[in-house]
């Protein structure tokens, strides 16, 4: 079953947005999910990763301090939490699940080790 990321829209820079990604019918464990963003003619670039499970989370420089990725077990449902926005955020942002679980964190900031994804919704930062 695809993962349906949702929650984007059109906000002025230093605004906030939060993205969510259901995944109907999927159950986690040791999983890792990830958030990706993709502008046009650029490769996918890593935003965040979270381990369902215990919750341990990484996060790219350019978002760190800024964004908050996060789940909730029982909705099933991961998110993003976006504050202090900037112009350079605007993307298509999507959402993954990884192949693999018990790696190093560096494995999970590559689009290529994920498997699963979302179709992606748009994020656009006025100036």
């Known amino acids: 079953v695809q993962l349906q990321a949702s929650g984007g829209g059109l906000v002025q820079a230093g605004g906030s947005l939060r993205l969510s990604c259901i995944a109907p019918g999927r159950t986690f464990s040791s999983h890792y999910l990830g958030w990706f963003r993709q502008t046009p003619g650029k490769e996918r670039e890593f935003v965040a990763r979270?381990?369902?499970?215990?919750?341990?989370?990484g996060y790219a420089d350019s978002v760190k301090g800024r964004f908050v990725i996060s789940r909730d077990a029982l909705k099933n449902t991961l998110y993003l939490q976006m504050n202090e926005l900037k112009p350079e955020d605007t993307a298509v942002y999507y959402c993954a699940v990884a192949r693999f679980i018990g790696l190093s964190g560096y494995y999970y900031t590559h689009a290529s080790s994920y498997n699963d994804w979302g179709q992606g919704t748009q994020v656009t930062v006025s100036s």
């Open positions: 979270i381990r369902w499970n215990q919750g341990s989370t």
